[in-house]
Each structure stands twice: as C-alpha cells, then as structure tokens.
C-alpha cells in the first residue's frame, strides 16, 4: 500500500485534526493543521505552527548523518530531460485519464518498455481507479497493453518479466474514501497487445504486492499483510513476506519454514542483494513500534541466514521504498519530508503508540515532500542524503530501468512540478503526473594528499 496516507482519506484525516483540538495537542497547533488542510480559513498549505522546540523548517536537505561518513565511490546526478509522460504527447487513444496519475512501474520485456500506473479522481480509494499497461521502444510513442477496472480501486502494480513472459500483479481494495479494505493480490499474464489472462486472486487474503524484481535470475515478491492496521495501532502487527516464484503465479518463502522477514508497524519493504549474498532491505514504519519508535527501517540479512534481518531505526520515513545497486553500492529512492531534520518520529516517546501516531501523523501530512535519492551504508544501516528529483505536493513512487553501466531511467510522479510548493495532503486531493528522469552515477574525484 504505498504512500499509505493516501489511503487514509481527507474526510478521515480532517477527523482526527478536528479530536486534536484537546488537551493532547497545543490549541494552536490542532487549528493550523485544520485550517491549511481542511479548508477551515488559512492561507499556505503546510503551514502549521512549529513545535515550540522545533528548529525553523528549511527546504535544505538533511545533513549527512555522522556515521554514514564513508564517501561514495560514484557521485549521482541528474540530467536536464526531465519529462511529463502522462498526461503527455504519444499515449494511445484507448487510455483515458482521470486527474490523479501515480502508482507506477516500468520493465524491460521483449525489446520493449512497459510502463503500469493508476490513473483516478484523486489519490484516495475510488471506484472509478483504473490501471492502465502501454509500451514503447523509444519513450514517444507508446502502444495500448491493456486496462483493469473491478469497481473498485486499485493499486502497487508491479510488472515482471520472466523466462519470456510478463506478469502484471496488483492490490484489490475497497471503494469507500473513508476506510482502509484490502482484498488480496490479483496476478494476470500478458498474451498480446490488449489481451491478458483473467485476473486471478493469489497467495493470501488481504496480501498487498509492494515490489517484484528479478536478481541473478531468481524472481522475488516482497508483500505485506495487515495493511489495515496501520491507523489503528491496535496491537496486532503488519507482517513483510519475502518470497520467490519460478513461474510467476506460485510462491513460496525464500527461506523454507521463514516467511515473515518483518512483524511490527512496517508496511512497504524493499531489497537488494550484495555480491557476498547479504541482503540489505528499507521498511516503511509508519505504525511505529517499542523498541523502533516510528520512520522506517534499515535492515542487513547475512548470506549465511538472509531471512534472520538486523535493523536499524531511522526517525525519517522513506515512503515507496525502491532499493537498488550501482557498482555494488545500495541507493534508495524514497519520500523526503521538508523540514529542518525530516524527521517523521517527533520524539514523543512519553505518550502512547497510538496519540504518537495521531501526532507525527498530522504534522506529516501537512508539510512539503520531495521524491529524493539516498545512499545506503550496508554496514552502519544509515541513509544518506544524494539529490531531490523534480517533485511536490503528493509525490514519490519511483522506478529504474538501467541504461548502460552508469545510468538510469528513473519514472516517478508528482504534483506539478511547476506549480506551488503545496503540502502533502492537499497534493493528494489535486493532479498528479507521471515523469521521466536520467539519473547518470560520475565517478567521484579522488581527493589528492597534501605535498609534504
């Protein structure tokens, strides 16, 4: 369920500012977060009053942390291409576009490159959702691949491609703006331009799909179930499954007999594998747990025991995870939150689980996102700032295609980015679109020693 938040809708989310206004929360914080987002007066979007401890908020991104000093080997940068691809010149006629274009995902399959995303209203549930699949050689002209609508909405498609076939799988969820309703996952099998297998229901009930990917040729899911406990804090946890399939309808645990790679408050997971056999994972940790507070996760499995995770927590929280290499260095692309530190766990650790998420979650909503590049260090479990792509507003669900050794297409979407630098619940209620980046990796100088 990426960018979970979306699915909290805004009638819910005005709810819980409105029972804020109490003795919990300063009076003047509760009606600022209510005014800018919930159209009760106010003027910017995301400006809610500081915490009276809060250093002054800055669009400069987070300093690198202390233990993630290890420079790295190549320097990103990104090119002066960046590109709307929906709504743009060059989709078929078949596709037609709501105002709200996001969850995406691309793949190289048969000398093509298919493109997946969800075009809707607006970025919570609807029954009016659709996912549409086009594809094209040159990123111009694309073809029609095909459209799935249920009544419902829908959502996280992921594309693989494997052994010479495509499979699209999908989260099923309900219809109701007000509520959280996750069904399960749907795969179905390319068979030709506008022509698929029947969608069918697979592995478990209420799973949601967050990444498939293929790694030294074996195909991997990563899922989450318990989705709709994340506002709830109710005790029970969110469960990440870490499987594998050899025909792309079947799957099993890549470690026999240790599903579950993650239990807690972490939802949409995602991994990488290093040259040794490690596997290095971020986890989103929006519910929050005792002994991780809330943010995310930064996780290392030993070759030895790659289902037996160690984590570190990370007050920031890097919505849509996607992990992946770069001349055996881990980058991250995840949500970025604009303020002084980023940081979505506010401290409050005196308080219980459940006012702890209704804060942090308030004040996270209200405030600007960038989608940004991060450098994981696989040895400290730190993320370290690298660059922002063109992005605002409601933003960041990333994918890469390599193009060549030391380059990536990058797709992602986002409010205008020409447009006002709106805070992140408002972005959800307007249009989004869906952009093309080149992200280039130079090597980084080597710094001379001083002559004697």
Not at 213 to 232: F, P, Q, R, S, T
């Amino acid at each position: 369920m990426s960018n979970a938040i979306r699915l909290a809708p805004v009638d819910r989310i005005c709810e819980i500012m409105r029972a804020m206004s109490s003795p919990i929360v300063p009076i003047a914080l509760a009606v600022s977060l209510f005014a800018s987002a919930c159209g009760a007066g106010g003027d910017a979007v995301g400006a809610a009053q500081p915490r009276p401890d809060a250093a002054p908020e800055s669009d400069a991104a987070p300093e690198p942390t202390p233990d993630a000093a290890v420079p790295a080997t190549y320097t990103p940068v990104l090119d002066d291409d960046a590109r709307a691809i929906v709504p743009g010149e060059g989709l078929p006629a078949e596709v037609v576009l709501q105002a709200a274009n996001n969850n995406l995902d691309i793949v190289e399959h048969g000398g093509r490159q298919y493109l997946a995303f969800r075009t809707a209203p607006n970025h919570f549930a609807s029954a009016l959702a659709r996912l549409y699949v086009v594809s094209t050689t040159d990123e111009l002209t694309w073809r029609y691949e095909g459209e799935f609508h249920e009544d419902t909405d829908l959502r996280e498609p992921r594309l693989l491609s494997l052994d010479g076939k495509l499979f699209l799988y999908y989260a099923v969820l309900g219809k109701d703006r007000l509520a959280f309703e996750p069904q399960g996952m749907r795969v179905t099998e390319y068979r030709g331009p506008g022509d698929w297998t029947p969608p069918e229901w697979f592995f478990g009930e209420g799973f949601i799909p967050w990444r498939a990917k293929v790694i030294d040729g074996v195909a991997y899911l990563m899922a989450y179930v318990g989705g709709e406990n994340l506002y709830e804090v109710n005790g029970r946890p969110i469960e990440v499954y870490w499987l594998k399939t050899t025909d792309g309808r079947t799957f099993e645990p890549v470690v026999p007999e240790q599903p579950i790679v993650l239990r807690g408050g972490t939802s949409e997971t995602d991994f990488t594998i290093l040259d040794d056999g490690t596997v290095i994972a971020v986890a989103r940790n929006e519910a929050g747990d005792a002994e991780f507070g809330f943010g995310s996760k930064i996780c290392r499995g030993e070759a030895g025991a790659p289902a037996t995770w160690r984590c570190a927590g990370d007050v920031r929280r890097f919505d849509s995870p996607l992990v992946f290499r770069h001349r055996g260095e881990v980058w991250l692309f995840g949500r970025r939150n604009v303020t002084e530190t980023g940081a979505y766990d506010l401290g409050l650790h005196d308080k219980p689980l459940q006012e702890q998420s209704s804060l942090y979650a308030a004040d996270y909503w209200n405030k600007p996102k960038r989608c940004a590049l991060w450098r994981i260090d696989p040895e400290a479990l730190t993320a370290t700032f690298a660059l922002d792509l063109p992005s605002r507003g409601d933003t960041c669900f990333a994918s890469v295609l390599p193009r060549g050794e030391d380059a990536f297409v990058v797709y992602n979407y986002s409010s205008p980015v020409d447009g006002p630098d709106i805070g992140w619940l408002r972005g959800q209620t307007g249009p989004t679109l869906i952009y093309r980046h080149t992200l280039r990796f130079e090597e980084t100088p080597t710094l001379s020693p001083p002559n004697p």
